[in-house]
């Protein structure tokens, strides 16, 4: 099993950047990691993924261009950097671990963190 820990949230102006944190308990599940976001009255959205021990990649294609997920075992740590800010891009972030992808193609999570919250001001 594995906890998972977000951090690096806060507010910034339009344009401006963050950089995510997650920082694992264990190294089970960090094979497949990945981070969601959820804005208010929105269903929780997968915006980035880091799949098969880094083999596959996945981004949104909102967020395409100007996110970048990352991670370093040694540290037990997932990655978020989030450059280009806009206000669409405030909710509360979560990474989440051990993942794997049904036959349909959708990717299925096991653990997730709590959370930290990005607001972005125009």
């Known amino acids: 099993q594995v906890q998972l820990l977000e951090s690096g949230g806060g507010s910034v102006q339009a344009g401006g950047s963050l950089n995510l944190s997650c920082t694992a308990s264990?190294?089970?599940?960090?094979?497949?990691v990945g981070w969601f976001r959820q804005a208010p009255g929105a269903e929780r959205e997968e915006i980035a993924g880091?799949?098969?021990?880094?083999?596959?990649?996945y981004y949104a294609d909102d967020v395409k261009g100007r996110f970048t997920i990352s991670k370093d075992m040694s540290k037990k740590s997932i990655y978020l950097r989030m450059n280009n800010l806009k206000p669409e891009d405030t909710a509360m972030y979560y990474c989440?671990?051990?993942?794997?992808?049904?036959?349909?193609?959708?990717?299925?999570?096991?653990?997730w963190g709590p959370g930290t919250q990005v607001t972005v001001s125009a």
């Open positions: 989440a671990a051990d993942c794997y992808q049904k036959s349909d193609g959708s990717t299925v999570y096991g653990y």
């Open positions: 264990s190294f089970y599940g960090l094979y497949c």
């Open positions: 880091l799949y098969d021990g880094g083999a596959g990649l």
